[in-house]
C-alpha cells in the first residue's frame, strides 16, 4: 500500500447540503515526510477514519489532503514517489486508485458517497474529497475489527462503547 498525506485541514464540515464551512484540523501539524517511498499507514488510517466520519454525520463534509493545518500547501508529492508504476499512469490517476482501494474498508455503498477532485496551488497538487452523508451506518472493517466512526465539529471519534454507538445511531439515523 501507499502513503496518503494527512488530512490535516477537514476543510468543511457541511451545515446543510452543499453549504460549507471551515472547522479546525483534524489531526495534529504535519510530520516530517517519510522516506523517500515508505509507507505511512497512520496517514492512510486517519483519511479512511475522517471519510467514515463524515458518512455517519448529519451533512457529509470536505477532505482536503495536502494541506496543512495552517491552510498551507504541502502537497501530494511525497505520496505521488510511493507508486511503483509512476510513468505508466498519472499521479492523480494513481493516487485516486489507492485512495478507491483504501475505500473497500468502508464497503461499496459508502464508497459510492465519496468523490474527489485534484486542484494545483502553487505548483502542488492536492486532493478535495467530498463526502456526502449515508443513508445507513458505516463501520470501517479492517482485519477482524469493525470500527464506527463519528464528525464532530472539530474531530472524528471513534465510538467503541456499545450502548453510545447505538444511542448515536438511534438518534441520526431515526426509523
Known amino acids: 500500500m501507499h502513503q496518503i498525506s494527512q488530512p490535516l485541514v477537514t476543510a468543511a ?6 453549504d460549507r464551512r471551515a472547522v479546525s484540523g483534524s489531526g495534529p501539524g504535519r510530520p516530517a515526510p517519510s522516506p523517500h517511498g515508505e509507507k505511512a499507514g497512520y496517514l492512510e488510517d486517519a483519511v479512511v477514519k475522517t471519510i467514515a466520519g463524515f458518512a ?11 494541506v496543512t493545518d495552517g491552510g498551507g500547501i504541502y502537497g501530494l508529492k511525497d ?3 510511493t507508486f511503483s508504476k509512476r510513468g505508466d499512469r ?6 485516486g486508485q ?8 468502508l464497503g461499496k455503498s459508502a464508497a459510492a458517497l465519496v468523490e474527489w477532485d485534484f486542484f494545483t496551488i502553487d505548483g502542488k ?7 456526502d452523508p449515508s443513508d445507513h451506518p458505516v ?4 482485519s477482524d475489527a469493525e470500527t464506527f466512526w463519528w464528525r ?3 474531530s472524528t471519534d471513534k465510538i467503541d462503547n456499545d450502548q453510545d454507538r447505538d444511542r448515536v445511531i438511534a438518534r441520526r439515523w431515526q426509523a
Request: overall charge positive; hydrophobic content about 30%; proline content about 2%.
Open 13 to 18: 464540515h457541511r451545515t446543510r447540503r452543499n
Open 56 to 66: 455517519n454525520s448529519f451533512y457529509g463534509g470536505t477532505l482536503l489532503v495536502g
Open 79 to 81: 505520496d505521488y514517489a
Open 90 to 95: 498519472g499521479d492523480r490517476d494513481l493516487w
Open 98 to 105: 489507492h485512495l478507491k482501494n483504501l475505500l473497500d474498508r
Open 125 to 131: 497538487d492536492i486532493c478535495r474529497v467530498s463526502i
Open 139 to 142: 463501520f470501517e472493517k479492517k
Open 152 to 154: 464532530t465539529p472539530v
